[in-house]
């Protein structure tokens, strides 16, 4: 029982584990599990998602061991068969091996490298994991999913919205960003969406494209629409979140997107963006280039559901806590 | 209820946290406050403030999580409504609004800059945690202050000199180093021994200026002396303390600062230096270099209260925990 | 009471630990010692050590306070005697001190620099560390000596050899490797193994050579014999260890060393390389450069114990640790 891209408690799970981190969020008892260990692997930075893991473990009683390999424990080899003559001291799968016999889950971040797109898409450091981990893996962001983001965010509908998604109109937008970005993020809003039954717009660029099999995995579960024009894709919705991504088509030719995305500032989310909404909600995973991404002036409004949005991340992440606890 | 300056508490305050600080040194059981949880964010390197800090935490039950932006969380701007298209990745507000929405306590450390002094006044970072987190803050050395430095200092003047510190003799002298330092501890060592009723002598090299506003804040509580020469400072002196600093008008020259610090090796303290107190103890906040600010044969000699002052620091976090978390 | 190279319980005593690490291993409770603090410091990186000593800390309710001189604390100065005006902000000494002021136990990683043999000899960050720490020290690997690796080493001899090592054969084998390597396993696998009792070969090329003093010390306790020729070296074997490491006479020529170890890859260990032994158990201490020290043929294959020789640094560490506070 692992926690990789956030479907695998199915829709009523997913549903019922967001409505358990509301209920955390009121005030309702951590069911603890004193004894416990986690050990977290952290291949990139991590603010939110540390310091929520961190603490909600401590809530629980779960020791929290985190681990940044190439600072302060040895780079990864990756390569299946590899010979490691290279940079790279320990092979993942050794790694990983050693460190599910000390712990008793796992936690990994592992971010996109946007230079293959078959590469990211195998997602293979969160593989490992799964494959020579031996213990439940909880995916801490990886080049394609961002399962607790998904979840805090699933509550954060849930807390505005009311109980009942589907049908809820929410549009993901591209955003402006002075660097290509992983679609991680975009790829599980889509999804967490769609797997509420949430009628979904994606509005982006030409060029800025989603992952074709991402769309499909959500189209399969509730309407999804591409748009290209801004405020076509956000007219009437009930929630924005802002994104900024690099396209999938994009792979190979990253210099070109960049030149591209300089001209694309006018996708910044504003007051004006919103409103064409229906007052829409103002949502971002964070952190977030202010004045780029979006102005001080929605991200500080009361529209903003922002800091609910990370907030909500400490207690989704001690209802998954205790989910994947309790089959241990 | 914040810990910034360290004169929070008052005068009365603070003395009685420095002799509770003794009192838990002596074997009183500190006040456990389980479930609570800080966060630390270190801006700079730390050995005795971390490590002091998170042991406290433990002796308190509290969780304590350590940050690093720019290492292992996200680089941080600063600026009002700035346009983010630069390295920084989060705003500091967003930053500081999200972890005290995960923890109870907050604690930051944020050098000074040493390029704008009223940058450093300002003391942005610390200033954007008590503004953004909503959360008792504790200073672990902003650009101005350093109080559980001070906190720990009091308690060892009120170890070796008596419970009533009034009209005793504090030297606080300027020494070598090879790099342009912050006054933080010297401002300090200054406003604790100051509103600890002190007799407080100031001695530094011409151009090695404090900041006057910080020295007339020590003014309006005890008698505070600026001399130029370091035996005339020192005469007399029960305590003295060492510290480097750059000038408070050396700022925009640091150049011309570095070569003139070139020519006071003659400052380091060495046994003669200390021939005309009147039998004092020695400080230093620690890390020193050695030989360069105070000689072996100083630090290492029975007249050496360094350690102990070090040692004050894990029972004043400890002291200052308690002080905090009573409020929560 | 220190742990700094494994033979400070003396031959009973450290095959009585391994044992009681088995028994942990096999469910037996850990005897806590809540309120207890320990501080460990990583000159190097560390994945196994590091994870294996927070996790039975965590067993034992002791709190863990891990530091990285140089990048999150000071950087350290060696010299007795040093002036400071280099690099390092802080002396050892007083790290130390400081750290021991705080915590019950310490502990320290500090890896061979390999330019000076003396220097290394001299291990002088671990003798510091107990010469100023006023605490039980636990070597995390050293210059000369790794003696948690050599107790799970141990303890996994005795799990498949039987509690009987005295006689039982096992041949150390140097590896090819792009990097020369200290020799503190290696060492430190020719100590434990000699002080079990065991009848051991070490193979290696010419050049290769181990410090003859550290040969001396486990032949005074068992057979040791060298040979230049691996096959010779592995006849026979019941045990198989491969590490590779630089030459004790290599001290200034690791160029020539380096050019000579180009032309050693045969030296892996492969499935063949093994044909010459009594269906030998193959171990490394981790990490591992396949398919360059040994194939993922061996290393995967049922023979290796490689997985379980690091899943025993988990109970070894907590025997360590049980033992070290005991006598506190």
Same mark, same amino acid.
């Given at each position: 029982?692992?926690?990789?891209?956030?479907?695998?408690?199915?829709?009523?799970?997913?549903?019922?584990?967001?409505?358990?981190?509301?209920?955390?969020?009121?005030?309702?008892?951590?069911?603890?599990?004193?004894?416990?260990?986690?050990?977290?692997?952290?291949?990139?930075?991590?603010?939110?998602?540390?310091?929520?893991?961190?603490?909600?473990?401590?809530?629980?009683?779960?020791?929290?061991?985190?681990?940044?390999?190439?600072?302060?424990?040895?780079?990864?080899?990756?390569?299946?068969?590899?010979?490691?003559?290279?940079?790279?001291?320990?092979?993942?799968?050794?790694?990983?091996?050693?460190?599910?016999?000390?712990?008793?889950?796992?936690?990994?971040?592992?971010?996109?490298?946007?230079?293959?797109?078959?590469?990211?898409?195998?997602?293979?450091?969160? *593989?490992?994991?799964?494959?020579?981990?031996?213990?439940?893996?909880?995916?801490?962001?990886?080049?394609? =999913?961002?399962?607790?983001?998904?979840?805090?965010?699933?509550?954060?509908?849930?807390?505005?919205?009311?109980?009942?998604?589907?049908?809820?109109?929410?549009?993901?937008?591209?955003?402006?960003?002075?660097?290509?970005?992983?679609?991680?993020?975009?790829?599980?809003?889509?999804?967490?969406?769609?797997?509420?039954?949430?009628?979904?717009?994606?509005?982006?660029?030409?060029?800025?494209?989603?992952?074709?099999?991402?769309?499909?995995?959500?189209?399969?579960? *509730?309407?999804?629409?591409?748009?290209?024009?801004?405020?076509?894709?956000?007219?009437?919705?009930?929630?924005?979140?802002?994104?900024? =991504?690099?396209?999938?088509?994009?792979?190979?030719?990253?210099?070109?997107?960049?030149?591209?995305?300089?001209?694309?500032?006018? =996708?910044?989310?504003?007051?004006?963006?919103?409103?064409?909404?229906?007052?829409?909600?103002?949502?971002?995973?964070?952190?977030?280039?202010?004045?780029?991404?979006?102005?001080?002036?929605?991200?500080?409004?009361?529209?903003?559901?922002?800091?609910?949005?990370?907030?909500?991340?400490?207690?989704?992440?001690?209802?998954?806590?205790?989910?994947?606890?309790?089959?241990?």
């Amino acid at each position: 029982m692992h926690f990789l891209d956030g479907t695998e408690p199915g829709r009523d799970g997913l549903l019922a584990l967001a409505e358990r981190a509301l209920d955390l969020r009121g005030g309702a008892a951590p069911r603890r599990r004193d004894g416990l260990r986690l050990a977290a692997v952290f291949l990139n930075p991590s603010l939110r998602t540390r310091t929520s893991l961190e603490a909600a473990c401590g809530m629980l009683g779960i020791q929290s061991i985190v681990l940044q390999p190439g600072k302060d424990a040895w780079a990864l080899e990756l390569g299946q068969g590899a010979v490691m003559d290279g940079l790279a001291a320990e092979h993942v799968r050794d790694a990983v091996s050693v460190l599910g016999g000390y712990v008793d889950l796992l936690a990994v971040r592992s971010f996109a490298g946007l230079l293959d797109p078959e590469e990211d898409r195998a997602d293979r450091v969160l *593989a490992a994991f799964v494959r020579h981990g031996g213990r439940p893996v909880i995916n801490l962001e990886s080049a394609r =999913w961002h399962p607790l983001q998904g979840l805090a965010d699933t509550a954060t509908w849930l807390a505005h919205l009311g109980p009942d998604l589907a049908g809820k109109r929410l549009a993901l937008t591209w955003a402006p960003h002075s660097k290509a970005l992983p679609a991680a993020v975009a790829n599980q809003v889509l999804l967490s969406a769609a797997l509420a039954g949430m009628d979904v717009t994606v509005a982006h660029p030409e060029g800025f494209d989603l992952d074709p099999e991402v769309l499909d995995r959500a189209a399969a579960h *509730a309407p999804v629409r591409v748009v290209h024009d801004q405020a076509e894709g956000l007219a009437g919705a009930q929630v924005v979140v802002a994104k900024s =991504w690099s396209g999938f088509s994009g792979y190979g030719r990253r210099a070109e997107e960049a030149a591209a995305r300089a001209a694309l500032s006018g =996708w910044q989310v504003t007051p004006d963006t919103l409103g064409v909404t229906d007052g829409a909600g103002f949502m971002h995973c964070l952190p977030v280039r202010r004045n780029v991404v979006v102005s001080d002036a929605v991200i500080d409004s009361p529209s903003s559901w922002v800091q609910e949005e990370a907030n909500n991340r400490l207690w989704t992440a001690l209802a998954v806590l205790e989910h994947l606890a309790a089959g241990l």
